[in-house]
């Protein structure tokens, strides 16, 4: 069992991205690495917990009944009201200040659970188990918790890091095939964004990557976590270098808001995100044509997508402004000039990003029978 551990920076204690095919089976061991806890309460979901709760049960050693709390965890969900809810049944079970708190899941166990984390009695140790690819490789490294409100994504929450990571590759055999591929979108956005030789090599090996190949996802996620933990642990709160990693983010957040939350998961989304951050590149001049067609083709081969949302452009443009990485009400983006590099760009004509908005359906449109549209 060939395990990694990947460090992770951050001002209020540094923690481990522990990650290996069968980490799992080692969860409770691991646990007891990095504190004494009095019980240890686990988040997780319906349908995640009928897929792995007898290997999670075993791994951490788990037993009782109020040990497992299951959330809704669909992007709907992800609100104030089911914080409360969660926060209720913790507190009901028994929940103290030495408690910890297992988020076993995807990115909405692990958005709402580091929120309620960070907040039931002014903080509870916290740990993540995830169980998605965009999980994996993204969401439960860096301590982003958070939920929707009405008015955009991920506009309520809190920094708030892991004690430790877990990461099982062996947790993905389990994902239906829509989430599996949907979240290599956040691997090829680490790619475009940091890696140009990891773009090249899912050029060349895309097709083993979506049959599971162990070998292939052996080396690939901790490659992505290596990029978000490096990235993160020079930049924790977002005031800088992060933002990179928002590459796709702002088109895709407003895909999510005006789709209430419905239509798209998260990785589906950004895979349209950065085919629109793409095309804004090169209408600014700054990510060359051949550049696009990599990102655009190989972000086909990922699989059917459902369709770009048929609403005004005023009205994406309305929700790019709600972005919490808006300044002033001036939308930030960031953009490639070349695979492999991306920076933050702000200032940019809204009539320009309204041409791409406009322009982009229409190229969708016309490559539907590569690209696919259902939900349309």
Not at 243 to 248: D, P, Q, S, V
Not at 349 to 364: A, K, M, Q, Y
């Amino acid at each position: 069992m060939k395990i990694k551990r990947i460090p992770v920076k951050s001002a209020a204690g540094n923690y481990s991205v522990v990650a290996g095919a069968g980490v799992l089976r080692l969860a409770a061991r691991e646990l007891a690495k990095v504190g004494r806890f009095s019980n240890v309460r686990v988040v997780s979901s319906p349908k995640v917990w009928r897929a792995v709760g007898n290997s999670v049960r075993r791994g951490l050693r788990l037993s009782g009944s109020n040990a497992v709390h299951l959330m809704n965890d669909s992007e709907s969900a992800k609100n104030l009201q089911t914080v409360e809810s969660l926060s209720r049944s913790l507190v009901k079970s028994g929940t103290d200040r030495k408690s910890v708190i297992v988020a076993v899941g995807g990115g909405v166990v692990g958005d709402v659970a580091g929120f309620v984390a960070a907040s039931l009695l002014r903080g509870v140790a916290l740990v993540h188990v995830p169980t998605t690819v965009v999980a994996q490789v993204d969401s439960s490294i860096g301590g982003k918790s958070g939920v929707n409100l009405p008015e955009g994504k991920n506009l309520f929450g809190a920094f708030y890091p892991p004690r430790l990571v877990l990461t099982d590759p062996e947790l993905l055999r389990t994902l239906p095939d829509r989430e599996f591929r949907g979240g290599l979108a956040e691997i090829v956005k680490h790619a475009v964004i940091a890696d140009a030789a990891m773009f090249a090599m899912l050029e060349k090996n895309l097709e083993r990557v979506l049959r599971r190949d162990r070998a292939a996802l052996g080396e690939l996620i901790p490659r992505n976590i290596q990029i978000k933990a490096r990235v993160v642990s020079r930049d924790e709160r977002e005031s800088g270098l992060r933002e990179i990693l928002n590459f796709g983010h702002t088109f895709a957040h407003a895909l999510e808001s005006v789709t209430r939350f419905r239509r798209y998961q998260h990785g589906e989304a950004v895979a349209w995100g950065m085919i629109a951050a793409s095309f804004l590149g090169h209408e600014l001049g700054l990510t060359r044509a051949d550049d696009v067609s990599r990102i655009v083709a190989l972000i086909r081969r990922l699989g059917p997508l459902p369709a770009w949302p048929r609403v005004p452009t005023a009205t994406l443009l309305k929700a790019m402004r709600s972005d919490k990485k808006a300044r002033g009400g001036v939308v930030r983006f960031v953009l490639s000039p070349r695979i492999g590099e991306a920076r933050s760009y702000d200032s940019i004509s809204s009539n320009v990003v309204e041409r791409v908005l406009h322009f982009t359906p229409h190229l969708i449109a016309a490559s539907s029978r590569l690209l696919g549209s259902p939900n349309a």
